[in-house]
């Protein structure tokens, strides 16, 4: 078995992030499609079950207004611990300013907690979360951009080519 103190990091690394580093980077990346899998799912519950109760046949339906009521705000309160994970990444590499993780996660929580307390609502508090998930796509995206374009070769350079001189090869 291979332990940490075996392996060199140091011709491994990409750009001066461990193998390590960017493995985790990738899961909370992919654990961050899933939260905005669980968004597009709740936009896509609020239009469909909302459109099928507002028709005049499902008006006294109770199972079908929960889903329309309730659903959406279960899908995107499941995306809570999924963003907060991601955030400890990103703060953690630096994958965005620390500001902007902090005003994401804390006007979200305080929006949320605010709405809980004193306005009995959760759906301000909920739409701001939906941002937070997308913020971290954006960061995730960069961050991997970033290690693309540095293992591109330079374009700047011309690569070096023998020119015959045909005045040269006509006169002798």
Known sequence: M???SDQDLHTKSQ????PLAIARIRGAQRANQVAIYLIYAAILAFVVFGTIASIKMFHDNQLLYRLFYNL????????IPITIYDALVVYRY???QPSMIAMS???STIIL????IFADTVWLGLSCWLGVAFLFKVSFKRFFNFL?????PDNDETPE????DDSDSTHQ
Request: hydrophobic residues 55%; glycine residues 12%; negative net charge.
């Open 2 to 4: 291979t332990t940490a």
């Open 161 to 164: 080519t023998d020119m015959v």
């Open 113 to 116: 907690v605010g709405g809980l």
């Open 72 to 79: 959406p705000y279960a899908l995107v309160a499941l995306t």
């Open 148 to 152: 693309e374009v540095a293992d591109l």
């Open 94 to 96: 630096r994958l965005n």
């Open 15 to 18: 750009h001066g992030f461990a």
């Open 105 to 107: 996660i804390g006007v």
